[in-house]
């Protein structure tokens, strides 16, 4: 019973850190001004985070991939974002 409990709570921490990561990707790539995105999903995957939504961007030399790399835990951006003109 002792290794259950223990192992639930490594799961319970590793989920918590992974909100955190998720969430600290989500706040930088919001307040970024470089670009604007939409409909943003943020998921953990081992490493990193995966990326999903429709991104505007603002600036020739925005890098959604360096703006994610900045939050502790990221070393790896899966980025499934849509890109497009401020017409779109």
Sequence with gaps: MAVQVHSLRRDLA???????VESGVRRRLLADP?????SLVVRRIPNGVC????VHVHDDQADVDSVARQ????KEVQNHLLACAEDC
Aim: no cysteine.
């Design 14 to 20: 590793s989920s918590g850190k992974a909100h955190l």
């Design 34 to 38: 470089a670009f604007s995105v939409s």
């Design 51 to 54: 990326l999903e939504g429709v």
């Design 71 to 74: 939050v502790l835990g990221v």
